[in-house]
């Protein structure tokens, strides 16, 4: 199925929110019908945090035994933190749904050394897809955000990351934070059945337009997720979308 990029522009925030949510449990009842299982890499920063709440007020009676939940970047810090995404994915969603612990796959930031939490996280990877070096897993649904600079995960400008080619998961030295982050690669990113970006706001509306129809030398992290036989999808709000020539 050849790369499909599509752009979704909605009325407003609340609507965007709504959407996305129900193309989450699209996708997830797509999958769960063809192989039994979804299995999705939620993203982190505050974008999601109100699609997260939603899928928990609208759709707390899903099958979410049927689903996995992984994280496709991860502050080094520890769960308890407030930076940390898994505490945010924890209070607006974890917390007020039936899934089984098991299906939830956080990053083990907590350790203090990054590329071990990297590496300990890529081998969960590894295992639950059941896959041997050099492969890579094939997630149904990937979620991803904006940044200002025009990152995307943890894969910053000009940052180690960028050109990983056979990990699936690293340690992104982030020198504008002094610190680690984790982040899954863009190997694993393009190998996605689906990848789905969440931007929402007018202080977007600069980046969106860059990522969406500017010729950047290099690409924009943002502009390299381009999955090789599967859909990408940007779900903006009307604010987002405002510089866009449509
Ligand atoms: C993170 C994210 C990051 C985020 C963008 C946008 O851990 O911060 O994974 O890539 O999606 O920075 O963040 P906001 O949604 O907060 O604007």
Do not use: C
């Not at 089984?100 to 796959?105: K, L, T």
């Amino acid at each position: 199925m050849p790369s499909t990029r599509t752009i979704e522009v909605l009325a407003s925030a609340a609507d965007l929110f709504h959407a996305a949510a129900e193309e989450f449990v699209r996708v997830a009842r797509t999958a769960i019908g063809a192989q039994g299982r979804f299995t999705v890499a939620l993203s982190g920063g505050s974008t999601p945090k109100a699609l997260y709440s939603l899928l928990a007020t609208n759709y707390a009676g899903f099958a979410w035994n049927r689903i996995f939940l992984f994280f496709g970047d991860e502050r080094h810090v520890p769960p308890t933190d407030p930076e940390s995404n898994y505490r945010m994915v924890n209070e607006s969603l974890l917390t007020k749904i039936a899934i089984p612990a098991e299906n939830v796959f956080r990053v083990p930031a907590e350790s203090p050394d990054a590329a071990a939490a990297a590496s300990e996280y890529e081998a969960q990877l590894r295992r639950f897809f059941e896959i041997k070096p050099g492969e890579f897993p094939r997630f149904d649904l990937i979620l991803l955000g904006l940044g200002p600079d025009g990152h995307t995960a943890s894969l910053f400008p000009d940052s180690p990351a960028l050109n990983e080619e056979s990990r699936l998961v690293v340690a992104n030295w982030v020198a504008k934070f002094n610190a680690h982050r984790i982040t899954f690669t863009f190997p694993v990113l393009n190998r996605a059945a689906e990848v789905m970006f969440l931007a929402s706001g007018a202080d977007k509306a600069d980046m969106v337009r860059q990522v969406l129809e500017g010729k950047n030398t290099p690409p924009l992290p943002s502009q390299r997720v381009q999955p090789s036989d599967g859909k990408l999808l940007w779900m903006l709000d009307e604010a987002a979308a405002a510089k866009l020539t449509r």
